[in-house]
């Protein structure tokens, strides 16, 4: 019969249970169990609920207050134990930081003789998961040998009154983090540029060695006497190599690792196989954002978890061109580039991202450039669905017209025959005596809608105009964008599909008319939720209309 483990006898290990029993329910789930559970118990209810508020509060990784409950309950605690004077060959001069995995010790080191920092696990909470996280540190580190990355020395363990205890035994960084660098310091906009160059080279030799952070943030940052940055701290780092990828710590789905500011929209979806170096990539631009606006991108503290993350997955943060007129232009492009929502739309790598930079620096062109309109209108339809294309069509039905009015002005000697039949045609329809007659027959003493004209219109053009295909593009786009004006995005699109084919066939694939009606036949699309066709429209036609001069022209 095994011995009895006392955590499970004592008061923190009931709010240990009770939190990961609870963490991942609803609140009405979350009431009813405490309300069983805890009602003989007051405090025990209180402890539980503080430890639930402040894991809404985006503690996506709560030993911090953990360690606090069990600290103040008086559990077994690794910094409560007299500072140790010697850990292994190690003198202990004196406390650098403490925190929820560990306590971190400056120390002298006998063979050979240097300054380094201890990084002590602590004992009782979650031992197993912890020193796997101190182990994958150490199997991380040892791997990189980069001048702005700390150095790992040895990895060991000692005796102490609760057991054998893991250490680390690193390069001791004797300086501020960039946390508080970026407070005590007043850098130029090119030195602070420098920095996050420095952190971008280190990153990207991580990455060729097969290690991604997932934790970037200034609290994992130290700056030395130099004035150059050292990234600390790869506890939950992922090795890529897919034979080693077994040692790593795996992420399963829904579990979120890392810092919610600094966190990329694929950690904040939970689904561990989305994130790849380019999960750095955006840490790294959240962090030169913070750099140069001297604000974080957004800020969480009045957020639920779940609008947090749905924050960081959807909503675009304020350009910093608009937080600092220094920031004007390539630098916010650059940044804006890193930070971008999809993987894809980032930079391919960390190093471009610091060519970028060093260009900017340079004043040389930069490959960063503003997202296409195309692009921009596709991310608004998703965002707003079925709504959106009303909203624009009236936007796009004047740019367009715009641009069209020019060419015709050019074209109108070659085109007066085609306007000639166009109006010809909507006279008949609209001029008649009786213009229900002519629309609804026998049924004339009806209520007749402009979408009864539209329908007729419609029907009629097949059968007069089947030899003059620019007369029905020119009637069928005007039919087309009415129903659509009209709420009718149904009866929009075969007549804007036929309208572009008319077009393309009489003109040309490059020709404004044929742009503007494929145009046209996007916004249509996004309000029949055809989204993904719709941006592949904008993306694919809205380039060479912006060269034609059309919508989207950027000046």
Request: proline share 6%.
């Amino acid at each position: 019969m095994s011995a009895p483990d006392p955590m499970r006898d004592n008061r923190y290990w009931r709010i240990k249970s009770l939190y990961l029993r609870l963490v991942d329910l609803g609140d009405d789930d979350r009431r009813a169990i405490l309300d069983a559970e805890c009602s003989d118990d007051a405090e025990l209810k209180r402890s539980v609920e503080r430890l639930l508020d402040s894991d809404t509060r985006f503690c996506t990784e709560p030993w911090d207050d953990l360690v606090a409950f069990r600290d103040h309950l008086g559990g077994p605690n690794a910094a409560q134990c007299t500072m140790p004077e010697r850990i292994g060959q190690y003198t202990v001069l004196g406390l650098i930081a403490e925190g929820g995995m560990g306590t971190v010790y400056r120390a002298r080191q006998s063979s050979p003789e240097r300054i380094v920092a201890l990084k002590v696990l602590r004992s009782g909470l979650f031992p197993a998961m912890l020193r796997q996280r101190l182990e994958q540190e150490s199997r991380v580190l040892a791997r990189l040998e980069h001048p702005g990355i700390a150095r790992v020395y040895e990895a060991g363990s000692f005796e102490t009154e609760f057991g054998t205890l893991p250490f680390l035994s690193m390069e001791f960084v004797d300086g501020p983090t960039l946390q508080e660098y970026m407070t005590i310091s007043r850098l130029s906009v090119p030195d602070r540029v420098h920095l996050v160059i420095e952190l971008c080279e280190a990153i990207a030799h991580a990455h060729r060695r097969g290690v991604i952070h997932r934790d970037l943030k200034p609290r994992n940052i130290l700056i030395d006497s130099d004035n150059r940055a050292k990234v600390v701290d790869f506890g939950i780092a992922r090795l890529l190599d897919p034979d080693l990828e077994h040692a790593t710590m795996h992420t399963t789905h829904g579990q979120l690792l890392g810092t919610l500011p600094y966190m990329s929209p694929e950690q904040a979806s939970g689904l561990p196989e989305e994130i790849d170096t380019r999960s750095d990539l955006y840490a790294l631009g959240v962090i030169a954002y913070e750099l140069l606006a001297c604000r974080l991108p957004f800020r969480f503290e009045n957020e639920s978890i779940h609008d947090a993350l749905r924050t960081i997955q959807e909503i675009e943060p304020t350009p910093i061109e608009r937080l600092d007129k220094r920031l004007r232009g390539d630098l916010s492009r650059v940044v804006a580039k890193a930070m971008a929502k999809e993987k894809e739309r980032r930079y391919g790598s960390v190093s471009e991202f610091a060519d970028d930079l060093r260009r900017y620096l340079r004043d040389e062109p930069i490959t960063a450039r503003p997202p296409a309109i195309g692009y921009r209108l596709g991310k608004f339809a998703r965002r707003h669905r079925a709504p959106v294309a009303f909203g624009i069509i009236a936007a796009l039905a004047l740019l367009v017209g715009t641009s069209t009015a020019v060419w015709m002005a050019v074209e109108r000697a070659a085109e007066a025959e085609t306007l000639r039949e166009v109006n010809s045609f909507w006279n008949d329809l609209l001029g008649a005596p009786n213009p229900a007659e002519s629309v609804l027959g026998p049924d004339a003493h009806l209520e007749v809608s402009v979408v009864d004209y539209l329908d007729k219109a419609s029907r009629r053009l097949g059968t007069i105009y089947s030899d003059s295909p620019k007369v029905e593009a020119e009637l069928r786009s005007t039919i087309g964008t009415t129903y659509a004006a009209l709420d009718q995005p149904e009866r929009a699109l075969p007549e804007l599909r036929r309208a572009f084919d008319l077009y393309q066939a009489s003109y040309g694939a490059r020709h404004i008319k044929t742009l503007a009606s494929r145009t046209r036949l996007g916004t249509v699309y996004a309000a029949c939720g055809g989204l993904d066709e719709a941006e592949k429209i904008f993306t694919e036609t809205l380039p060479s209309l912006e060269k034609a001069g059309g919508p989207g022209h950027e000046t």
